[in-house]
């Protein structure tokens, strides 16, 4: 599914009207009953509505026009000068005062109409907000926000619809109906959660509206990427599912290389091999007995690998993931230099693995194959020498560049992962602040390396792989709340690898 931010939404109603000749009253017409048909199925009958004066607040005005025809108990707020209100915002006001409904602008007014109201619709602000909310919408918002069941109307009042941050204060809304796209703001940062559950309706404006604008950010619904998943034949042996390894573990952290191994094999993968300090042997061994293992020396607390043991691996596997509890040593940027200069199958770089890359990024740029790196917010900052605070307010455009300059594929963690190939954008929205657990990004690691191996091309194999994940982080959340922990995820892994893929439904 595209996701727009709010200038491309606007080129897209502005090819509907302007190339198509459909008028904007109709599309506000057809918002209208696009929200009338959600409140419909909510059952209340007394609704307040709060109506600012540009657009959103026209769909607000028609919308109570709707619900007073049909019986509901209505009462209509706005807090500005009335003389304000243009086009068709406008005339769906007149039409309410020409049927002689009053639209108060009185406070107490509104806490006292939203203490008896079943439905509380926030139509203040939509994608034209600019800057922060005014002082003096502050306490409309607040009173909004002790409404029973919040609806707002495209996207929350006061958040950002490019960013997903509160401009100031915002609704925090149990139902967002918005119209034919996501916005990015309902997806990013703050917007998530202030945006509740996100319905897309359809306005009327023709899809070519929608396809001429060359969108490059998406995000998943009900067919993708669970679309990519490939069907097994029945005639199948493990040779056909890859050959991966995994380079990680010292003996202060065996579980990360415990955990990325038993993920890729509940992800899928053919064979799995662990490659490992000898001194973490028993314990790998003897939790992972469907592994194989390719133990090496260790030096100076890290493991100790030469490029003879690195070709030899190399033949071995047809896809490797570097990283997972290896430490962050000097000695091991040589290793990692090796290996981008001389393998050819696809690399995911995790965890320690980022840290060893930081102190010289540029080996990236002699890599053979195509890379995914999975930072977190902390690994990215320490990648490209901007501090965390900006790496979060400028998520999409901090990874998208580096995947760009460095010609790799970008996961960038948190809530609402990013993933990047340098041009397009996928925003995953499956999984949970559970997940926020030791051991979440090493499960990771072993889903996107299995992936890999299976021969799922490394942006698929990412995109993939930061959905399943998520997926997985949701099935244990249902059984364990905010208790979970990786291993949790892990046993959750294999839910959506099964044979009636098609028949699998997602919420
Ligand atoms: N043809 C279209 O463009 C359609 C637009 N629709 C609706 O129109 C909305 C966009 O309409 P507009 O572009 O008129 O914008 P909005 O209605 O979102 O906001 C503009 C209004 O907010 C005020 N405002 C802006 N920033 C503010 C701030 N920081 N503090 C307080 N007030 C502020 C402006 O003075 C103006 O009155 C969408 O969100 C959607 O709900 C729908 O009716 C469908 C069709
Ligand atoms: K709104």
């Known amino acids: 599914m595209k996701v727009v931010n709010a200038n491309e939404m606007r080129e897209i109603d502005k090819r509907a009207i302007e190339k198509y000749k459909i008028p904007g009253i109709i599309l506000m017409e057809n918002a209208a009953y696009a929200l009338l048909e959600e409140i419909e199925r909510l059952n209340g009958k007394r609704i307040t509505i709060v109506c ?73 602000l939509g994608t034209g907000l600019s800057g922060e909310v005014k002082e003096e919408l502050k306490n409309v918002i607040d009173a909004i926000n002790k409404g029973r069941l919040k609806l707002s109307v495209d996207i929350p009042s006061g958040i950002n619809s490019d960013t997903g941050s509160i401009m100031g204060t915002c609704v925090f809304a149990d139902i967002t109906v918005t119209f034919e796209c996501l916005k990015l703001g309902h997806i990013l940062s703050e917007g998530k959660e202030a945006s509740g559950k996100v319905i897309v309706k359809k306005i009327g404006i023709p899809v070519s509206c929608i396809e001429e ?12 990427p669970i679309s990519l998943i ?24 065996s579980g990360a290389i415990i955990l990325a191994l038993k993920s890729a094999l509940r992800s899928g993968a053919g064979l799995v091999c662990g490659v490992f300090p000898k001194t973490i042997l028993d314990r790998v061994g003897a939790l992972v007995p469907e592994a194989v293992y390719f133990p090496c020396e260790e030096k100076h607390e890290h493991i100790f690998l030469d490029d003879y043991c690195l070709n030899i691996l190399f033949q071995k596997s047809n896809a490797i993931a570097f990283g997972v509890g290896i430490g962050n040593f000097d000695e091991l940027l040589h290793p990692l230099q090796y290996i981008l200069e001389h393998y050819e199958g696809p690399l995911v770089i995790d965890a320690d693995g980022l840290n060893v890359l930081s102190r010289n990024k540029t080996i990236l740029k002699s890599a053979k194959s195509k890379v995914i790196l999975t930072p977190h917010p902390g690994e990215m900052s320490r990648l490209t020498g901007y501090d965390i605070d900006y790496i979060n307010k400028n ?39 559970g997940m926020a657990t030791a051991g979440s990004g090493d499960v990771l690691t072993g889903v996107l390396v299995s992936l890999l191996g299976q021969g799922y091309s490394p942006f698929e194999a990412a995109i993939l792989g930061s959905f ?36 699998i439904k997602l919420e």
């Not at 915002?89 to 203490?115: H, P, W």
């Not at 604008?213 to 993708?224: G, L, P």
């Open 395 to 433: 998520r999409i455009n901090v990874a998208k560049s580096f995947a760009k300059e460095y010609n790799s594929i970008v996961l960038l963690k948190g809530s609402s992962t990013v993933v990047t190939d340098g041009e397009f954008i996928y925003i995953n929205r499956t999984g949970n602040p």
């Open 230 to 253: 490939k069907k097994r034949r029945l005639d199948t042996n493990k040779g056909d599912y890859g050959k991966v390894a995994i380079i990680g573990g010292n003996y202060k952290m």
């Open 213 to 224: 604008q060359s969108v490059k950010i998406f995000t998943s619904d009900k067919e993708y």
């Open 468 to 503: 399943i994940h998520g997926i997985s982080g949701d099935r244990a959340y249902q059984k364990h709340g905010y208790g979970l922990t990786a291993m949790d995820l892990v046993d959750n892994l294999g839910f959506l690898f099964k044979k009636d893929i098609g028949s």
């Open 52 to 124: 600012g004066t540009g657009n959103n607040g026209g769909d607000g005005f028609a919308l109570a026009r709707l619900l007073l025809i049909r019986g509901y108990d209505v009462e209509v707020f706005c807090f500005s000068d009335p003389e304000k209100v243009k086009g068709d915002a406008r005339i769906n006001l007149d039409i309410l005062l020409n049927m002689g409904i009053k639209v108060y602008n009185d406070l107490n007014k509104l806490e006292n109409s939203i203490r008896y109201s079943d439905v509380v619709v926030d139509a203040l």
